[in-house]
């Protein structure tokens, strides 16, 4: 079992920064495949970033490709560095654990949530 805890998120300016990090408990997090999604108003969730159990492969979205960064650390810490933000990144932001490769997350279900935390950018 793995739990996830989001934190981080708030209102900021079109073109700040924003970091949100994900506190993972369980004793096999290492396991895991760690990612983030977002949910917008009206719309579905949708795949953002995804970092392998090692931390050395990353993928992410095009929408968000060169402005986020996803890295982990061996303290069951997931974090998400959001930059150049743009009013279309407004979202509740999903942390996600599953034991799949990295490359497939977005594919398939994760098998574990976080409860989501909200990143308003304001133009």
């Known amino acids: 079992q793995v739990q996830l805890v989001e934190s981080g998120g708030g209102l900021v300016q079109a073109g700040g920064s924003l970091r949100l990090s994900c506190a993972a408990s369980g004793r096999t997090f290492s396991l895991y495949t760690m990612g983030w999604f977002r949910q917008a108003p009206g719309k579905e969730r949708e795949f953002v970033a995804a970092?392998?159990?090692?931390?050395?492969?990353t993928y992410y979205a095009d929408s968000v490709k060169g402005r986020f960064f996803i890295s982990r650390d061996n303290s069951r810490n997931t974090d998400l560095q959001m930059n150049s933000l743009k009013p279309e990144d407004t979202a509740v932001y999903y942390c996600?654990?599953?034991?799949?490769?990295?490359?497939?997350?977005?594919?398939?279900?994760?098998?574990?949530w976080g409860q989501g935390t909200q990143v308003t950018v304001s133009s």
């Open positions: 970092i392998n159990w090692s931390g050395r492969n």
């Open positions: 996600a654990a599953d034991r799949a490769p990295a490359q497939t997350m977005g594919v398939t279900e994760p098998d574990y």
